[in-house]
């Protein structure tokens, strides 16, 4: 039998982890494989592959995923910043202001405006995990977080959180949203 993960492009990295669960609705575990990349981006490289007639198929690829889930990212007037995903045609809207004023003062003038154009980015896909939304389905589904950054890579303004839920031939968006970080009410005083 072959050994699937074993023929994966990506399976260097490090903490290599693997996942049994039903993901296809078969009442048949699938095989979920992750790694981390090692890299400063956070990024991960996750796989999930079923068996058909015992014969391991991928299913699901982070860089097919990353190819289909492709982002632009803009900021624009008001202490905001757009996020479009171009191949689903979604678009979410960020108010960075909670940034304070020492970030924002970089990019917008005192009314707000923009000073000149500026451009984030969504990264690679960073986490994949599985989630059960309906028990009486008893599959699970999947989440992937893809972060939200500035003009640099340690600036992060938010994530967007993907829901994917297997259709019966590949897993496809079911809700998409983008978040931000919350902030600390009472910062502790030092």
Do not use: C
Request: negative net charge.
């Amino acid at each position: 039998m072959v050994v699937p993960f074993l023929t994966s492009d990506f399976n260097a990295g490090y903490n290599p982890r693997l996942f049994l669960g039903d993901f296809t609705a078969d009442s048949v575990d699938d095989i979920k494989l992750s790694i981390d990349s090692g890299g400063s981006g956070g990024y991960g490289y996750f796989y999930i592959y079923t068996y058909i007639n015992n014969t391991p198929k991928e299913i699901f690829n982070f860089n097919q995923y990353n190819a289909l889930y492709q982002y632009k990212v803009d900021y624009i007037d008001l202490y905001r910043v757009v996020v479009h995903n171009m191949n689903h045609d979604k678009l979410f809207v960020l108010d960075v202001s909670y940034k304070g004023n020492e970030y924002i003062s970089q990019y917008y003038d005192e009314f707000g405006m923009l000073i000149m154009p500026i451009q984030g980015d969504v990264l690679a896909i960073n986490a994949l995990m599985p989630l059960i939304q309906n028990e009486e389905v008893n599959a699970y589904e999947l989440l992937a977080y893809q972060r939200i950054i500035g003009p640099i890579n340690s600036d992060t303004l938010g994530y967007v959180e993907n829901v994917l839920s297997w259709d019966g031939k590949e897993f496809v968006s079911t809700r998409m949203s983008a978040g931000i970080p919350g902030l600390l009410l009472n910062p502790p005083v030092e």
